[in-house]
């Protein structure tokens, strides 16, 4: 299908396929809604998006390293709008999840950006952080900056847009692909990403890469589209990030619905994943 550049761009709500309404081309709340607030220091307002999955698998790593890290974690639906609520937009006000909100100090602190957040965290508790500080934040931002491709870009033409398109989804295969080499020539010499330690750069990446390589957890089919098989140095390094503990429980803090793993809309002590 041929498109025809406009003068000027104008905004046409209804397109967009599956989020249209998750978008818009203007910031600022869309109606007053207040967050709740829980009884721990650290409030999280959060879904359990990949984005999402990095903070609260971080969380639960700290707490199961040892760490008195206490959160209350409270679901925003980004499909009803709810990141456009007045209390979400003043702890973040680009309206994206997550957003943390610290209250260990006189004085509440907000935290926007899940690479934020997880330095904020992991600097806190000296955990996480690798022998390396340097190549440690390279793969820290390499994800910030190459996970768009896969999922903004990739993702959504692949499993989302409302036609399939064949420049689009070529144009991002490729692109995914090469990251996913990117990431498989790395793990032939070393156990995690940033070296022999596991780190704050593995919970970053391995809920976008390493997810799109354990049967298509994130775009059904991905998998076989992508031949994800090819990246066995990837697919392993996926499957031991995967049994730990604190990653399974971390999946499964602020999602919503589906069957596995089972949803944990609110989190606010261990108990709630009995």
């Not at 299908?1 to 104008?10: A, E, I, K, N, Q």
């Amino acid at each position: 299908m041929s498109y025809t550049l406009p003068d000027v761009w104008t905004w046409d709500a209804e397109n967009g396929g599956q989020f249209a309404s998750t978008n818009r081309p203007v910031a600022g709340p869309t109606h007053d809604k207040a967050l709740p607030r829980g009884e721990h220091p650290y409030q999280l307002h959060s879904l359990a998006t990949p984005n999402g999955q990095k903070v609260t698998i971080l969380f639960e790593e700290l707490i199961e390293a040892g760490h008195d890290v206490e959160y209350d974690a409270w679901p925003i639906d980004i499909g009803e709008g709810d990141q456009f609520g007045s209390g979400f937009v003043e702890i973040n006000p680009n309206s994206k999840i997550p957003a943390l909100l610290d209250l260990t100090g006189p004085e509440p602190v907000r935290v926007f950006e899940s690479a934020a957040i997880m330095l904020h965290l992991a600097e806190r508790y000296d955990a996480f952080l690798g022998s390396s500080r340097p190549e440690m934040l390279s793969w820290l931002f390499w994800q910030m900056g190459s996970a768009p491709f896969l999922g903004g870009g990739f993702g959504h033409f692949f499993a989302y847009a409302p036609e399939k398109m064949e420049y689009p989804i070529n144009r991002y295969a490729m692109e995914a692909k090469r990251q996913l080499d990117v990431l498989n020539r790395e793990l032939a010499s070393k156990d995690f990403i940033a070296g022999d330690e596991y780190t704050i750069a593995d919970m970053a990446i391995w809920p976008w890469y390493g997810q799109l390589c354990l049967g298509g957890r994130l775009y059904d089919g991905s998998d076989r589209f992508l031949a994800v098989h090819e990246y066995g140095n990837v697919v392993e390094w996926a499957e031991r990030i995967d049994a730990r503990p604190g990653v399974q429980r971390g999946r499964r803090v602020n999602r919503l619905k589906g069957e596995a793993p089972a949803p944990l809309p609110e989190r606010h002590s261990p108990g709630d994943f009995d």
